[in-house]
């Protein structure tokens, strides 16, 4: 099963969707920017993507770096869980 969160607008998202589908594939395509994000969700994503360490880290360097950085991007990401615009590239899900 493959499950792609795309966005017709952009232009990434478009090919590799089109690439899926000329190898044959029939992915369960959700729109993310009409059907939004759960914060579960994401966090899945992040887990499967191996991108919770990453984060973690990133934040733990920022603190050490800048507070004033660290807390952009703590609320970066944050907005992230609420406003569908900052996720702007397609992710897929292999399964």
Request: charged letters at 15%; glycine letters at 6%; hydrophobic letters at 50%.
């Amino acid at each position: 099963m493959i499950v792609i969160h795309h966005n017709p607008d952009c232009g990434t998202s478009r090919n590799v969707l089109r690439v899926i589908e000329a190898a044959g594939y029939k992915p369960i395509v959700i729109e993310y920017l009409k059907e939004g994000w759960t914060k579960p969700q994401l966090l899945g994503l992040f887990a499967a993507a191996n991108l919770i360490k990453d984060i973690i880290t990133l934040l733990h360097d920022l603190y050490r770096y800048s507070f004033t950085i660290l807390i952009y991007m703590i609320f970066f990401l944050h907005t992230i869980f609420f406003n569908n615009i900052h996720v702007d590239r397609c992710l897929i899900v292999l399964g």
